[in-house]
């Protein structure tokens, strides 16, 4: 019997066990370049428009909302179908919800003042960084320093 208990515990202690998902090359890229495009129409927005006369009217941006928000949906979805990845998944849902909320708060007021610009590029800048340094991680998981 303590033959068995040692061959088990001999057998388990050399498998490894994986909770980590696996790192996606495609979908880094794809959080740059979404994040690149946010940077794009909030800069866009704040340098070449003014609240004055309707320049930041909601209907100049809206097209950049949705293109916008049809690349986090699609991360989001490539996010889901992945095993052992409810982290980044929900990192992705956040991103999504927070996105809808600014382009709905856009849409009701009609205009967006500098400041608010800004605070809205710096809360999105921080949750495409949190899915970048959450794929970063899988790959640190995959090939772990010596």
């Known amino acids: 019997m303590a033959l068995l208990y040692l061959g088990l515990f001999f057998g388990i ?3 490894k066990i994986t909770l980590v998902p696996s790192f996606d090359a495609q979908i880094q890229e794809q959080i740059e370049s979404t994040s690149k495009e946010i940077d794009r129409f909030y800069l866009t927005m704040m340098d070449l428009h003014t609240n004055e006369e309707g320049g930041r009217a909601y209907e100049k941006f809206r097209e950049g909302y949705i293109n ?6 699609s991360l989001l979805n490539k996010n889901k179908v992945k095993p052992l990845n409810t982290h980044s998944t929900r990192i992705c849902e956040i991103t999504l919800q927070i996105w809808r909320k600014y ?3 856009h849409k009701e007021d009609n205009s967006i003042p500098d400041g608010l610009i800004k605070l809205n590029m710096l809360a999105m800048n921080d949750l495409m960084y949190a899915m970048l340094v959450a794929e ?5 998981a995959e090939n772990p320093p010596n």
């Open 136 to 140: 970063k991680g899988k790959l640190i």
């Open 13 to 15: 202690s050399g498998c």
């Open 103 to 105: 382009k709905t708060e």
């Open 68 to 73: 916008i928000e049809v690349e986090l949906i």
